[in-house]
Structures are given as C-alpha cells and as structure tokens.
C-alpha cells in the first residue's frame, strides 16, 4: 500500500495509511478530544474548510448510520484517526466508517501518531495542511501547503446555509422508537442556518418551538415581518468578521425581539452589539472539556 502523508504549513509531515477516498485534500487541521459521535463531527457544517484529527485511538468501532446525521451531508475537508476500526459491531450499523469515508470522497489518513498531532498544534496552534495519498514527495505539499488561503476573512457560512426557508417537525431520538412526535408548538422561533446541525432543530422543536429555519442572508425586515416569538442563531464555520450582512441582520433584531446564539451566532451577537472577536490558538472541539 502507498503512504498517505499529512503536511502542515509550518514544515511538520506525518506519514500514515490512506483512510476513506484516495487523493488528496486541504483545509485547517484541528483536533477533536472526543470519544465517540464520529458520525455527527463529519456532519457537522461547523467542520466545513477544516480537517478534523481525533485524539481518541480507536475510531470507527460502531460504524455509520442512517439516523445519527446532524446535516444533509457530511462537511469536513479530511479525517485523521490513529486507528480506523476493521470491525463496525452495532445493530444500527450501515456502513464502516471508512466505506462512508470513501462513499463521500473525503479524504483521510490514519496510522499516524495522533498524540504527537496533538501536542503540536496545542503548541504552535491550529494551521493549514494537506492530507495526500497520490503524491510521492512530501516537499511538494509543503510548498503548497504554505500557499493555501486559510479560514480568516472567507465567508464559510454561505457554503453550508440552505437556499430557502423551511419547517422543522420531527422530534428527539428515542431508542427502539426513532424519532418521536414532538409536543404541540406553544411560540414560534426563526432559526437563523449558519451551519445548524439537526439535533439542535430537534431540541428547539421538543420545547415546544414552532420552527422555521432561514437562509443565513435573511434581512431582519423579513424575520420581523412573521412575527417570530424569539430567534434563534445557530452554530456554524469559519470567521463571523467574515459575514457582515448577517451581523447587520442582527443588530437590526437586537432589542426588537428575544435573540438566542450559541458559537457562531453567540459571536455574531457580540459583533453586532459592538464588540469583538479574535481566533484562538487552537478551538476547543470535543464532547468531555471541563467546565469550572
């Protein structure tokens, strides 16, 4: 078998195995510390332009599903594991993760050192890179690889944000049920697609929100005009600097209406109230962060 290389802009190179399709994929690489949910980090919209790296060891013992999907897709550039699972045991398997890996032409790398990954980018920050299972000469992906435009000023968010608005109705997950019918609506919500994820729709309509997602360049005007009870501003990728027209949207509902952010449309409402926001060294992704 060919090696598969990943090289970062400033120099480090991890030689591994192919993981998923062959070929070849950049983006910011980043490390993800949790355990398991796989399935819903590559879904995740919030992923989109980045290369997800797990800390944990093992991934891939439970395979892929049809449920467990937080978007229409799966978003992350590339996949980088220590150790792909061979086996895929659960009675809700579909798909090993590699097959999906492969079936969606992401391009992965496992069989490297992920805990010397780690170290590095908690040390020197998240940066660009490239995972490569077609070229031969790591030098050349390095020339590249400090050649790529990075995430800062790029606006992610109309890459994952739908085209027109629709309803959600289904419910929360229920073992041996799937998803259950909500409870009746009691007030209605707009929820603004930054890069939502599905359970978060889920969750909003099991409290007992009427919801209507909308496109990310929606004017507050037209939000105002359906007399929402509350908005809502959802999760999402990249750099919120880089998305002034929904900034502008929402200092126009600001003080108008009840406006709810969480990541993304949480720095979105700090934009638009005046203040600022700046990148960290390195994001905090993951399922296990201790909270004090």
């Given amino acids: 078998m060919n090696p598969a290389w990943l090289v970062l802009r400033d120099g480090r190179v991890f030689r591994g195995q192919p993981l998923g399709a062959l070929g070849e994929t950049w983006g910011e690489v980043i490390f993800n510390t949790a355990m398991q949910g796989y399935q819903e980090i590559l879904t995740d919209p919030s992923y989109r332009g980045q290369i997800v790296a797990m800390t944990y060891p093992l991934i891939g013992n439970y395979g892929i599903n049809e449920e467990d999907v937080e978007s229409r897709r799966p978003w992350a550039n590339g996949f980088i594991v220590r ?33 010397a990954l780690t170290r590095h980018l908690r040390d020197h920050g998240a940066q660009d890179g490239i995972i490569s299972s077609v070229a031969r000469d790591p030098a050349e992906l390095l020339a590249r690889a400090r050649a790529l435009p990075g995430l800062v000023g790029r606006d992610l968010v109309a890459e994952v944000t739908v085209a027109e608005p629709y309803g959600w109705s289904e419910g929360g997950f229920k073992l041996g049920h799937g998803y259950v019918a ?9 929820a603004y697609d930054c890069g939502i994820k599905h359970n978060i729709l889920r969750q909003l309509r099991m409290a007992g929100a009427h919801v209507t997602v909308v496109p990310a360049a929606t004017p507050a005007e037209a939000v105002l005009e359906t007399k929402p009870d509350g908005v809502f501003l959802s999760n999402g990728p990249g750099d919120p600097e880089a998305v002034p027209y929904l900034i502008e949207s929402v200092r126009g509902l600001l003080g108008r209406l009840p406006v709810f952010g969480i990541c993304l449309g949480h720095q979105i409402m700090g934009l638009a109230s005046g203040g600022s926001t700046y990148k960290l060294k390195f994001g905090h992704h993951g399922a296990n962060h201790p909270v004090k």
């Fill in 83 to 115: 150790e792909c699972s061979p086996i895929a045991s659960n009675f809700r398997s579909a798909l090993s993760l590699d097959e999906y890996l492969e079936r969606h032409g992401i391009v992965g790398l496992q069989g490297i050192d992920t805990r």
């Fill in 182 to 190: 909500p409870p009746p609506p009691r007030f209605r919500v707009v």
